[in-house]
């Protein structure tokens, strides 16, 4: 079992949906969270992050941890075309500071 | 914010040869730098660590000497594939901190496209 799980979609929604995107963790000692947006062939950009349960919020964008059910979330309200990545979750200890990374799901944000 | 430049974007080499691929800091002094390596689909596989003026932790199955790192100053890392085969075929990515005690926000590279011939 892989230490982060995440479905690789790809998931379709039409412009303006409320996308979730989720990942779970097996890692019991993990108590960081972040969430990475990656366009095709380049390099993940940080979107989130977030320490231990709870929510965030960041414009369009929030996350949620659940670490009862080792679950990770991250909503996007109001989907935009330019949404269109790849996200990638990724978690880390606060022993290990080297993320570990789901591989990633696909969102298409169509017009 | 910072910036982390990666170059080249892409690279077609004939089997055999050797590829070096540069990782640079551009707006701080990156202490620790991370390799990793990308199959589609698939998520980021971490490679190697290296702090500068060291030499680099690799993960297990990285072979060493055929994926060599150097981190000479605070702002450029390289990562050599040598003696590539198709298999070393991939997406290679780097990421640098100065501050590697911080749990989250490092920062990536673009991306490097290999692709051995």
């Known amino acids: 079992q892989k230490e982060v799980e995440q479905d690789p979609g790809p998931l379709s929604v039409p412009e303006g949906a409320i996308v979730s995107l989720n990942c779970t963790y097996s890692?019991?000692?993990?108590?960081?969270f972040m969430w990475y947006r990656q366009y095709s062939r380049k390099g993940p950009e940080l979107l989130m992050y977030t320490y231990s349960s709870g929510n965030k919020e960041d414009g369009r964008f929030t996350a949620q941890v659940d670490k009862s059910s080792k679950y990770i979330s991250l909503f996007i309200r109001d989907s935009q075309p330019s949404d269109s990545a790849t996200y990638l979750c990724a978690s880390s200890s606060g022993g290990s500071y080297i993320p570990t990374f789901g591989r990633g799901t696909s969102l298409i944000v169509h017009p | 914010g910072a910036v982390v430049s990666q170059h080249p974007s892409r690279v077609i080499c004939k089997s055999g040869t050797s590829v070096k691929i540069e990782c640079r800091s551009l707006d701080f002094q990156a202490t620790t730098m991370f390799w990793y390596r990308q199959f589609p689909k698939q998520s980021l596989m971490l490679m190697a660590t290296?702090?500068?003026?060291?030499?680099?932790?690799?993960e297990q199955g990285v072979e060493k000497d055929k994926f060599l790192i150097n981190h000479a100053s605070l702002t450029l890392s390289t990562l050599t594939v040598t003696s590539a085969h198709p298999e070393d075929s991939s997406f290679y990515i780097c990421?640098?901190?100065?501050?590697?005690?911080?749990?989250?926000?490092?920062?990536f590279g673009s991306g490097t496209r290999l692709t051995v011939v």
């Open positions: 990421s640098a901190t100065n501050n590697p005690g911080r749990d989250y926000g490092y920062t």
């Open positions: 890692n019991s000692a993990f108590q960081y």
């Open positions: 290296s702090n500068e003026g060291s030499k680099a932790t690799y």
